[in-house]
């Protein structure tokens, strides 16, 4: 397995775990029998941190299908190298810290992470088209 692909099986992992929190808050809040029966699609928990979650997660699940896509170009292009590798460890590292620091409700840092994995979708995109 290549270190791109490495990376991006980790992130799919990580981004496929990222609701477990703020699932366990509603459990809490409506109790497991009624959060199960999927109340409403829409409702939101009273929790500002399980809300800032929801949306982080969210965030993630959209930006996992475009460093997915650059990922597999990269690989399946052969056009890996050492700053694609660099980029996809530092992406699963920036939207761990994006994570977090949305969370918990830090607009500064959760800013900087999410331009950090920003940038590492660029390294691949430009390297996907032969350009870095």
């Not at 497991?32 to 969210?58: G, V």
């Not at 460093?67 to 700053?83: M, P, R, Y």
């Amino acid at each position: 397995m290549t270190t791109e692909l490495y990376w991006l099986a980790l992130t799919a992992l990580l981004t496929s775990l990222l609701w477990v929190p703020y699932i366990l808050n509603r459990f809490v809040e409506i109790g497991i029998i009624t959060a199960m029966m999927n109340p409403e699609r829409d409702s939101r928990p009273t929790a500002q941190w399980a809300e800032r979650m929801m949306c982080a997660h969210t965030n993630a699940i959209e930006n996992l299908v475009v460093f997915a896509v650059l990922t597999l170009i990269v690989h399946l292009s052969a056009t890996g190298n050492d700053a694609t590798a660099l980029a996809v460890e530092i992406y699963f590292y920036s939207r761990l810290f994006h994570f977090i620091t949305y969370s918990l409700g830090v607009p500064g840092l959760r800013t900087l992470s999410f331009l950090a994995g920003f940038g590492c979708q660029i390294v691949l995109g430009l390297t996907a088209i032969g350009l870095l």
